[in-house]
T-cell receptor
Framework: DAGVTQSPTHLIKTRGQQVTLRCSPK?????VSWYQQALGQGPQFIFQ???????QRGNFPDRFSGHQFPNYSSELNVNALLLGDSALYLCASSFSLEQFFGPGTRLTVL | DQQVKQNSPSLSVQEGRISILNCDYT??????FLWYKKYPAEGPTFLIS?????DKNEDGRFTVFLNKSAKHLSLHIVPSQPGDSAVYFCAASASGRDDKIIFGKGTRLHILP
């Protein structure tokens, strides 16, 4: 079992650009959640996808959007990047209460 | 507004002794609590959880205690081992899998030889 995988591992973008991050959930998991972890902080919930629909959303602007595909994999899109979007972006998959995290994508915005 | 608070940014414990990590929460709707462990360059790893209907859950060296009246939980690691050195996140959710998980800022645990 490959567990939760994320790509890319690292990414450098400039302000105003757009970025797409990808996540493949653990086998058997149907729910994907995305988190942003800034330096020195805990993960902050962005949104959760289930059955290809956004089920829950945290306190993030509309610049953050996502998608879930029929195979349960997911994408996180961020438009009009700001310096403050620099963070580790974590994907977590679940089938029950416990969420299993991927290694994350480190996004740096210059 | 920090709904889950871990007030100790770091903690150092001698190998073989007990490590106690504390967590407070403010939202009385939380009914499920989790602890995650994170090594550098890895995602958080689920460690142990507890439902609000219990006050204790044990899994090997790890025990989580929940005091609902004080809105406080703690993670005990006995005995502490060098591999336990990591950042530990306390997290909480309401209404089970349908709700988002709220994380604390984490406590960095150093196990001293």
């Amino acid at each position: 079992d490959a567990g939760v995988t994320q790509s890319p591992t690292h990414l450098i973008k400039t302000r105003g650009q757009q970025v797409t991050l990808r996540c493949s959930p653990k086998s058997g998991h149907d729910t994907v959640s995305w988190y942003q972890q800034a330096l020195g902080q805990g993960p902050q919930f962005i949104f959760q996808y289930y059955e290809e629909e956004e089920r829950q959303r945290g306190n993030f602007p509309d610049r953050f959007s996502g998608h879930q595909f029929p195979n349960y994999s997911s994408e996180l899109n961020v438009n009009a990047l700001l310096l403050g979007d620099s963070a580790l972006y974590l994907c977590a998959s679940s089938f029950s209460l416990e969420q299993f995290f991927g290694p994350g994508t480190r996004l740096t915005v210059l | 507004d920090q709904q889950v608070k871990q007030n100790s940014p770091s903690l150092s414990v001698q190998e073989g002794r007990i490590s106690i990590l504390n967590c407070d929460y403010t939202n009385s709707m939380f009914d499920y609590f989790l602890w995650y462990k994170k090594y550098p360059a890895e995602g958080p790893t689920f460690l142990i959880s507890i439902s609000s209907i219990k006050d204790k859950n044990e899994d090997g060296r790890f025990t989580v205690f929940l005091n609902k009246s004080a809105k406080h939980l703690s993670l005990h690691i006995v005995p502490s081992q060098p591999g336990d050195s990591a950042v530990y996140f306390c997290a909480a959710s309401a209404s089970g899998r349908d709700d988002k998980i709220i994380f604390g800022k984490g406590t960095r645990l150093h196990i001293l030889p």
